[in-house]
């Protein structure tokens, strides 16, 4: 059973940072890429950044040198860290694979205040 497990938000002023972990169980870990999407009020689901198990990494264009994914293959994680926080980067966070499939984890809160 494919299990995602989100942690790291909080609440941080403008500017601010966060690190983000997924926890990824093995079979979707080890298979496929890894992305973190984000899903802000009333807006749909967003990709934010990807991971390659060779390590190349792609950003959406709203985070682009704000943002870098990491993975940690040793303990099947991925990792976002967030620089720069803006309050439009306000939203719950989730990983997955990339593309993503399947079910999604609970997500974790980012809130950026101004």
């Known amino acids: 059973q494919v299990q995602l497990v989100e942690s790291g938000g909080g609440l941080v002023q403008a500017g601010g940072s966060l690190r983000l972990s997924c926890a990824a169980s093995g079979s979707i870990f080890s298979r496929n890429a890894m992305g973190w999407y984000r899903q802000a009020p009333g807006r749909q689901r967003e990709w934010v950044a990807a991971?390659?198990?060779?390590?190349?990494?792609n950003y959406a264009d709203s985070v682009k040198g704000r943002f870098t994914i990491s993975m940690d293959n040793a303990k099947n994680t991925v990792y976002l860290q967030m620089n720069s926080l803006k309050p439009e980067d306000t939203a719950v966070y989730y990983c997955n694979a990339f593309p993503s499939y399947g079910l999604w984890g609970q997500g974790t809160q980012v809130t950026v205040s101004s």
């Open positions: 991971i390659t198990s060779g390590g190349n990494t």
